[in-house]
Structure formats: C-alpha cells, structure tokens
C-alpha cells in the first residue's frame, strides 16, 4: 500500500510552533480520512485531528484552536501546524489512513501509520 512518511519534529520551548508533514505520494490505500495521532511514554495515545476527503475535520478538544490539520492534493502532504506548543503535546506524532467509516479521532489507530516524527516541548 505504500508508504507514509512523516518530517518536520523538533524541539522547542512553549509558547513555540512546529509545522509537521507527512507524504504520502505512493500511498495506494484509501485516504478517504487521514489523521494525525500521538503517544508518548506519559501519556495514552490520543488521537489529534483529522481531515476526510470532503475536507471536513475535527481535533482533539486539548489542542482546538492551536492546531491546524490541512492537505495537499497536488503534492500528496498532509500537515499539522502546531502553534501556542505546550510541555504536554510532547510525544511521537504519527501520520495515519482509515477508511471512511473508521473516521474519528478514536480510530485512526485502526488503520496504517508511518514511523513517526518526535515532537519535544520545553518548559
């Protein structure tokens, strides 16, 4: 099915921004619904945002208003821009495919991710 590819973590201080992105230009599974999740060792892994094909998204209630999900068709990117950083968005944030009906922020483990971009977030 190809594959996902995740760039652009970092480390900063809070209050910062980090945009990260993930292609998927080979990408032959469905990306009816593509997402963003994260994990880290402190924290359960926590579905982030998601945007369906018609462009309808959605976000976690813990970063609405400071994240913001978009897609490239052209160039087959997805991004996450993340402003307003705090200490615990801190984790590995993975690029996720689902099908259509698995489309919440809940499921997007149930379908493929890439390897994963570290996102670290000083206080």
């Known amino acids: 099915q190809g594959q996902l590819m995740e760039s652009g973590g970092g480390s900063v201080q809070a209050g910062g921004s980090l945009r990260v992105s993930c292609t998927y230009a080979?990408?032959?599974?469905?990306?009816?619904?593509m997402g963003w999740f994260r994990q880290s060792p402190r924290r359960e892994r926590e579905g982030v945002a998601t945007f369906r094909a018609d462009g309808t998204t959605t976000y976690a209630d813990s970063v609405k208003g400071r994240f913001t999900i978009s897609r490239v068709n052209t160039n087959k990117t997805l991004h996450l821009q993340m402003t307003n950083l705090k200490p615990e968005d801190t984790g590995m944030y993975y690029c996720?495919?689902?099908?259509?009906?698995?489309?919440?922020?809940?499921?997007?483990?149930?379908?493929?991710w890439g390897q994963g971009t570290q996102v670290t977030i000083s206080s």
């Open positions: 080979t990408w032959t599974y469905s990306t009816d619904c």
């Open positions: 996720a495919a689902v099908s259509a009906k698995d489309c919440t922020l809940n499921n997007l483990f149930l379908g493929y």
